[in-house]
């Protein structure tokens, strides 16, 4: 049996016991709470941090999207939906100065994206700029949309003067190509046509000699065209160290046959052996070679071609001289060009192709070289490939070739 007090006793206990569960539940239940509010906090600081994360990313991105909109060559202008410019690329920054063609390009854009943003339109307009320098620039504008919703528009401002020109150079030597071809092509089936009714043995003879000279001629040109073909398409070709002695002496070797047999004498200058250049020995010897025939067919039998290497350290030099016709001062800045011939009527005696300085100018180019011409008319003319200098070892610095100075008349080509 339990006494009373027991009971008061046992009691009490229940009650702590309770108190103490309650206790227990409490701290576990705030423990919880406090462990999900830390949670939560943790959730949103992670949101947050997300959130500005993602401002960072996008700002970065726009900022990339700027970067490559002011970097890329062609006039970038973007319009806001009221036709208010919001952005302009450094390429466009230029007719916003609005001197003379810049000018008719600013209004052109202007116009352009005003109407694009009006009335949904993509439009296109052609500027011929007579400069100078003078340009074409092509400017196009279309509206930009999102969902539907007009945002604005964008022009692009796209100069082709370096396309057009090419274009007309490209026509320009196709339409050259045919005329050089059609014309021995025309009379050699003359020729032949003559030779068929012919019954007198030495007229067949002196046709059938014109016609090997024809077809030489044409033999000639495509040969020239397939060197020329090749050098420009070897823009940088494989470089190795070239010896300009060596070079001198392939090109000399090559052309001492119709030297010989024009009775012109080639004088070759003691070459510093070890001047060289990097580069193509082949597109090099091609190019000394085409000068020295040009020596030989624009000079009278009898006469000298002078042809040397020298340097100040720097540059190398080759000179090819002549006391030749010479080239009149009106011919110099267009000998360089395709097809260009001073004497066309001499140019068909000598067989001239037309194409020989022009693979020189190539060569050079190739080399980041030029040539220069000094010439005189009725006394003849010199012709130097200038080119950066390798040297193998120790090169000595060598005097100015003769035959450089005291010319009226200099030209360049690059
Ligand atoms: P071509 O095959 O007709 O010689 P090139 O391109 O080599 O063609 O030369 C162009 C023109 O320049 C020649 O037709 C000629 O009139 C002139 N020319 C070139 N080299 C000389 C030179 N050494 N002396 C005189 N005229 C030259």
Redesign the pocket.
Known sequence: MFAVSDVVTVGALVGAAVAVLVAVVAVVVARRAAARLAELERTSERRQLEATGAVAAERESRRRMERALRAIPEGVVVVDDRGEIVFRNEAAAEFAAARHGDALVEAAIRELVAEAVREGHTGTRTLDLFGPPRRTMVISARPLLSHGQALGALAIVDDITDKRRLEAVRRDFVANISHELKTPVGALSLLAETLVDEDDREVSRRLAGRMVNEAMRLANTIDDLLVLSRIESEEAPEREVVGIRQVVAEAVTRIRPAAEQAGIQIDVAEVEPNLAVMGDRRQLVSAVY?LLD??V??SDSASTIDVGGTTDGRVVDVTVA?H????PARDLER?FERF????VA??RV?G???????IVRHVVANHDGEVMVD?RLGEG?T?TLRLPLTATGPVAISPRAPGSDGFTESRTAG
């Open positions: 085409n040009n020596a067919k624009y002549d030749g016709i010479g080239i000998v260009y011939r001073v004497d001499r140019s000598t001239g192709t037309g194409l020989g300085l022009s010439s003319s012709f």
